[in-house]
């Protein structure tokens, strides 16, 4: 079992462009989670899905957009990026809910120029 | 507001020495609570987790932690660390159907 999986591993972008985060789980899980960890600040909850055809914004939404392609996949899109989300991005999944052992993937370090 | 307070945001720790990290939660409705570990450039991995039952709770790699309704703390433990203990220590708080987690707490080990 791979666990959960990112891609990509690192990105740069310039102010003002768009990409996707892609993450899937092989675990079965039906929730799913996108977290950005900052220096100092913790991990902070940007949008979840508690099943599929599911999503709820998190504690910091705002430049943000989801989608539950399936069981399986969970993405994260920024439609414009800005350098404020400069962060390291962490996808996880648990069984069901956030009161749940969550399992991580390895982290997209993204920088916004 | 639910809150998690790590006190220190680093500890540095001869190797075999013992260690303990702090951990205290706000919430008056706290249900669940987790000790994660994050090792460098990783995501994080569950040390362990109190649900309810007994206050000490053991995890892996020789990790415990014991739960004090009184004091509100969730404090981890290990007798004798070792370098591979380097890491970053997260405390997470799970209450009202949300998981707060912690500024973390970076464990150095000195050789």
């Known amino acids: 079992n791979a666990g959960v999986t990112q891609t990509p591993k690192f990105q740069v972008l310039k102010t003002g462009q768009s990409m996707t985060l892609q993450c899937a789980q092989d675990?079965?899980?039906?929730?799913m989670y996108w977290y950005r960890q900052d220096p100092g600040m913790g991990l902070r909850l940007i949008y979840y899905?508690?099943?599929?055809?599911?999503?709820d914004k998190g504690e910091v939404p705002n430049g943000y957009n989801v989608s539950r392609l399936n069981k399986r996949e969970f993405s994260l899109r920024l439609e414009s990026a800005a350098p404020s989300q400069t962060s390291v991005y962490f996808c996880?999944?648990?069984?069901?809910?956030?009161?749940?052992?969550?399992?991580f993937g390895p982290g997209t370090r993204l920088t916004v120029l | 507001a639910q809150s998690v307070t790590q006190l220190d945001s680093q500890v540095p720790v001869f190797e075999e020495a013992p260690v303990e990290l702090r951990c205290n939660y706000s919430?008056?409705?706290?249900?669940?609570l987790f000790w994660y570990v994050q090792y460098p450039n990783q995501g994080l991995q569950l040390l362990l987790k109190?649900?309810?039952?007994?206050?000490l709770v053991k995890g892996i790699n020789g990790f415990e932690a014991e739960f004090n309704k009184s004091q509100t703390s969730f404090h981890l433990r290990k007798p004798s660390v070792h370098i591979s203990d380097t890491a970053e220590y997260f405390c997470?708080?799970?209450?009202?159907?949300?998981?707060?987690f912690g500024t973390g707490t970076r464990l150095t080990i000195i050789p």
């Open positions: 996880a999944s648990s069984e069901m809910g956030l009161a749940y052992e969550q399992f």
């Open positions: 675990m079965n899980h039906n929730s």
């Open positions: 899905s508690a099943s599929e055809g599911t999503t």
């Open positions: 919430s008056s409705v706290s249900v669940y």
């Open positions: 109190y649900l309810s039952g007994s206050t």
């Open positions: 997470a708080d799970f209450g009202n159907e949300k998981l707060t």
